[in-house]
C-alpha cells in the first residue's frame, strides 16, 4: 500500500527542512523498486501551499507546490517544516487547515520551528515534542503546557512526530520510513543517501553539547 506524504511550503520555509525528508521519502521509493519491482511505491509525496503561484523560501528559492489547500486530498502523512513561521502562526486559515487535515492523516510530523505551528493547532496538548535548539525556550514560554524535550533529535508521540532543526528532519523521516515501510528500507534509504542516521533520535543537538547560540540570534520561531 502507497503511502501519500503532504509537505506544506509557505513563504520563508527553511529549504532542507522541506527538501530533506521530501529526499527521503522519494529516495526509499526508488530503493524499494530496486529491493522488489513488483511491489506497490511505499510512498508518493507531494507539495502543498495556501495558494498557487512561487513560493519564496529562506534565502530565496522559489518552489511551485504541487497543490493547494482546496485540492489536496487526505494524506497519510503531513508534515510541517520550519523557518519563519510568525506569519503563519497568525493565520487563521493555515491553522485551521493544519487542525484539519492532521484530524484525518495517519500521522503529522514537524521539523524545527514547524513544531510551533503544531502547537497553535493544539496537536501537541498532553504529549512531549521537540524542535530546534535554539527556539526550545520559547516554544516552551509561547506554549506552557508543552513537555518539551532538549536533546533531542526527533520524539515519536505515534500520531505526532517532532523533530529538532534541519538534519534532524532527514533523521526523523527514516524514522517514519522504518514506521511506515520497515527498518530494513530506513536503512538502505540512508545507505543511498550516505546519511549518519542517528536511529534512536536520542544524539545530543547543540544545545545539550553546550554550544551557546550566536550574536544576533533570529527572533522566536524563525530558526
Do not use: N
Not at 511551485?64 to 502523512?77: E, G, S
Not at 517544516?81 to 487535515?101: A, F, K, M, N, Y
Request: overall charge negative; glycine content about 8%; aromatic content about 6%.
Amino acid at each position: 500500500m502507497t503511502a501519500t506524504v503532504a509537505i506544506y511550503l509557505f513563504p520563508d520555509v527553511e529549504v532542507l527542512d522541506f527538501a530533506g525528508p521530501y529526499e527521503v521519502f522519494t529516495t526509499a521509493s526508488r530503493v524499494a523498486r530496486k529491493l522488489d519491482p513488483a511491489a506497490a511505491e511505499p510512498f508518493s509525496v507531494m507539495t502543498v501551499a495556501r495558494e498557487p503561484g512561487p513560493v519564496r523560501a529562506r534565502a530565496g528559492l522559489r518552489v511551485i507546490a504541487d497543490a493547494t489547500f482546496d485540492r489536496l486530498l487526505p494524506p497519510d502523512v503531513l508534515l510541517i517544516p520550519g523557518g519563519v513561521v510568525t506569519v503563519e502562526l497568525q493565520s487563521v486559515e493555515v491553522i485551521d487547515w493544519l487542525r484539519s487535515v492532521a484530524g484525518s492523516a495517519r500521522l503529522t510530523a514537524s521539523v524545527c520551528t514547524g513544531a510551533f505551528l503544531l502547537a497553535r493547532a493544539g496537536l501537541l496538548e498532553g504529549r512531549a515534542c521537540t524542535t530546534h535548539w535554539e527556539d526550545a525556550a520559547d516554544l516552551r514560554a509561547m506554549f506552557p503546557g508543552l513537555d518539551v524535550r532538549e536533546g533531542r533529535r526527533w520524539v515519536d508521540e505515534g500520531a505526532v512526530v517532532t523533530s529538532a532543526g534541519i538534519s534532524a528532519g532527514i533523521d526523523m523521516s527514516l524514522h517514519l520510513v522504518a514506521r511506515l515501510a520497515g527498518r530494513e528500507l530506513a536503512l538502505a534509504t540512508a545507505r543511498q543517501m550516505e546519511v549518519d542516521w542517528h536511529e534512536d533520535g536520542a544524539t545530543p543537538t547543540m544545545a545539550a553539547t553546550g554550544a551557546a547560540p550566536a550574536s544576533g540570534a533570529p527572533a522566536p520561531a524563525t530558526a
